[in-house]
C-alpha cells in the first residue's frame, strides 16, 4: 500500500462510526482474507495520473473503498460510514499536502460465489489530490 493508501487506512480506521459498525479495525488493502468474518472494508488504487501541470508535483488518485456484508442493506449502511470518514477529509500524507478528497461515484452490487452465498458490496471511489509539501 502506497502512502495515500495508508492515509486513507488510518482516516478509515480512526473514525468511531465506521469501527463500531465494523465491529472492530476490519479494514484491508485488496481482498477480504479468507479467514476474516464480515463486515469489513476493502480499499484499493483504481488508477492515478500525475498532474504535471506545474512545476510542483502533484497527483490525482481515485480509491475504491467499499463495504462487504452479508446482505447489500447492511453494506449500505457501512457505506455510509466511509463516506463520514473520506468525504472532504484532510488526509495526513508524509512528504504531500492533500488539498481535495472526494467521493465520486457510488458502488453497490450483489455478488453470489458458487457456493450460493451472497456478499453485499457497497461503498464509493473517492479521489485524491495531493501536491508535494
Known amino acids: 500500500m502506497n502512502a495515500a493508501g495508508s492515509a486513507i487506512y488510518s482516516a478509515l480506521a480512526g473514525h ?7 465491529g472492530g479495525t476490519a479494514i484491508w488493502y485488496g481482498v477480504v482474507p479468507r ?6 472494508v476493502v480499499l484499493s488504487l483504481a488508477s ?13 488518485l481515485v480509491y475504491q473503498v467499499t463495504a462487504v456484508a452479508s446482505t447489500l442493506f447492511q453494506a449500505g449502511q457501512i ?7 473520506l468525504h472532504g477529509a484532510t488526509l495526513t500524507v508524509t512528504g504531500w499536502g492533500n488539498f481535495w ?14 457456493a450460493g452465498h451472497s456478499f453485499g458490496h457497497a461503498g464509493g471511489e473517492y479521489r485524491v489530490r495531493m501536491a508535494v509539501a
Open 35 to 40: 479467514d476474516r468474518a464480515l463486515p469489513g
Open 16 to 22: 468511531a462510526g465506521l469501527i463500531a459498525a465494523l
Open 48 to 60: 492515478g495520473i500525475e498532474d504535471n501541470e506545474t512545476p510542483t508535483r502533484s497527483v490525482n
Open 79 to 85: 457505506a455510509e460510514q466511509i463516506d463520514a470518514a
Open 101 to 114: 478528497t472526494a467521493r465520486e461515484s457510488v458502488v453497490s452490487y450483489l455478488e453470489i460465489d458458487p
